[in-house]
């Protein structure tokens, strides 16, 4: 317990104190997540559109591998990016292993399935209240997902969060493809887990408690930005 | 969804904090990177020579994997036997001794296995195995672990069994098992002294030169992989067993211990 009082008394320290590594280190970390989501969402959120409103033959199939896929453990995902960016790799030439690049690379891969089975979830719904509608108005394939996507945009911004959520507080595969090099790859997930190492467990919470926070900011940041959640709008 | 998260975003885009000509990748071991040298050598070095060294702090054998895949530029790490094999694997050009530290066994403070009363570190271990008092590996086949290896293979003990816990991680890691379950492990002394939690661990044997933990700097080979950055690697090396590394190095201190002891040969 007396741990945790001493994280939380350095958390205070050290964001009070603006102390430089410790914004160089969350400045990365939102860096990488943030990236992360937006690429996956570019991809993730259209594909969970396409998927709702297309039938064809593996339909199920590929949806179960989608949602199967959001259990992607990211030690595998991390192993796996770094075969591929190891300079004995088939994209090794690029040299993009141990920079933030690759971390970003293997987050995306981590969170888009997240992305696309929420999206699609929430699409299919929708959907089904359009479905007559934008028949009867002769729409194409390409208008109705940006349809869906626009008038489903709430809660298809809870799939991109839910996607940002599982990227900012994961460390498995961005300590393998990244490295944890102090000043070019340290993030705050990696930081915790090498503080933990040393014993410094008071050092690892408060870092922790400044993980948790800048989470909950990014959260209330995109839904003060998109005007939600405000009175007389539902 | 509105533009502007995504507009948020993009500002705070993906830059890939692009490598200024002076930089390279060093792999090196979780002991040399726990003990703090590191922290005091590499501004020195950047100041001395310009060069910005990123360190990958894994295992020994992870390190050499590294360089083998060349993915770093030069390794440092302290396991001779695999050294020797990943040289002979055409993988680095040679091997350069740097400077030695010690490894400690770490144990309970009450000592239940004796260690204290033994005369060398073979017949301590052999003590531990005897009483089947609770052990700490790392099993992670990093440079600390095969030293561990080599002990009891020494002592003529075959580990196994419900007192040998293999964690399979790295020296901080393992020691805060050996904390919490208040077991033995073989740790090296500059991990020990700067570790924060040694609840009711201490030192419980040392001093055998068996003990002894030689650093080796081994470059990558530049012949295998073309791309690593053999002049930086070189200018390091002269660094490194220069007079001023010498300096720094023995006078690197913790709770007024000397760490580690300057042993480079000149060329």
């Known amino acids: ?234 | 969804m509105t533009l502007r998260p995504l507009v948020l975003a993009s500002l705070l885009a993906l830059g890939a904090g692009s490598a200024w000509a002076e930089d390279m990748k060093m792999a090196v071991t979780t002991s040399f990177a726990n003990s703090g040298l590191a922290e005091v050598l590499l501004p020195e070095i950047e100041k001395d020579t310009g060069i910005t060294v990123q360190l990958l702090v894994v295992g020994t054998g992870q390190a050499l994997a590294l360089g083998a895949a060349g993915d770093v530029d030069a390794v440092l790490v302290h396991s001779r036997a695999a050294e020797e094999k990943w040289l002979a694997e055409g993988n680095g050009t040679h091997r350069r001794e740097i400077m030695y530290n010690d490894f400690v066994i770490v144990g309970p403070a009450a000592d239940p296995a004796g260690t204290k009363a033994k005369a060398n570190a073979l017949d301590a271990f052999a003590a531990i195995a005897e009483a089947q008092a609770p052990f700490v590996s790392r099993g992670d086949d990093s440079g600390t672990h095969k030293m561990e290896l080599a002990l009891w293979k020494d002592a003529g003990v075959d580990p196994a069994g419900e007192w040998y816990r293999a964690v399979g991680q790295g020296m901080g890691a393992a020691l805060n098992t050996a904390a919490g379950m208040n077991a033995y492990i073989l740790a090296d002394r500059a991990s020990w002294l700067n570790f924060g939690n040694k609840a009711d661990l201490a030192i419980d044997f040392e001093g055998d030169p068996v003990l002894f933990n030689q650093y080796a700097y081994l470059p990558v080979n530049p012949e295998k992989h073309p791309h690593v950055k053999a002049d930086l690697v070189e200018k390091l090396e002269d660094w490194l067993v220069s007079d001023t590394a010498k300096g720094l190095i023995e006078g690197y201190k913790i709770a007024d211990q000397q760490l580690f002891v300057f042993n480079a040969q000149p060329k």
């Open chain 1, 1 to 234: 317990m007396n741990d945790i009082w001493q994280g939380l008394a350095q958390a205070l320290r050290l964001v009070l104190g603006l102390d430089a590594d410790l914004i160089e280190i969350s400045g990365l970390s939102l860096q990488v997540s943030l990236g992360a989501t937006l690429i996956a969402s570019v991809i993730g959120l259209p594909l969970g559109a396409w998927l709702a409103i297309n039938r064809f033959r593996a339909r199920r199939v590929v949806i179960a591998v989608l949602n199967a896929l959001m259990g992607l453990p990211p030690v595998v995902v991390g192993l796996f990016v770094y075969v591929l960016l190891s300079r004995s790799g088939p994209f090794g030439v690029l040299g993009l292993l141990f920079t933030p690049t690759a971390m970003v690379i293997a987050q995306v891969i981590i969170i888009t399935p997240i992305i696309a089975s929420i999206a699609h979830q929430a699409i299919r719904d929708l959907w089904a209240d359009y479905h007559d509608l934008l028949i009867s108005l002769n729409t194409s394939r390409a208008q109705r997902i940006r349809t869906l996507l626009w008038d489903g945009r709430r809660a298809l911004m809870t799939a991109s969060l839910a996607g940002f959520g599982r990227a900012i507080g994961e460390v498995g595969a961005i300590m393998i493809v990244g490295g944890n090099i102090d000043h070019v790859t340290r993030v705050l997930t990696t930081a915790i887990a090498l503080e933990t190492g040393k014993g410094e467990f008071g050092l690892a919470l408060a870092l922790g408690f400044v993980l948790i926070s800048l989470a909950v900011l990014v959260n209330l940041a995109v839904h003060f930005l998109s005007r939600t959640e405000r009175s007389g709008r539902w």
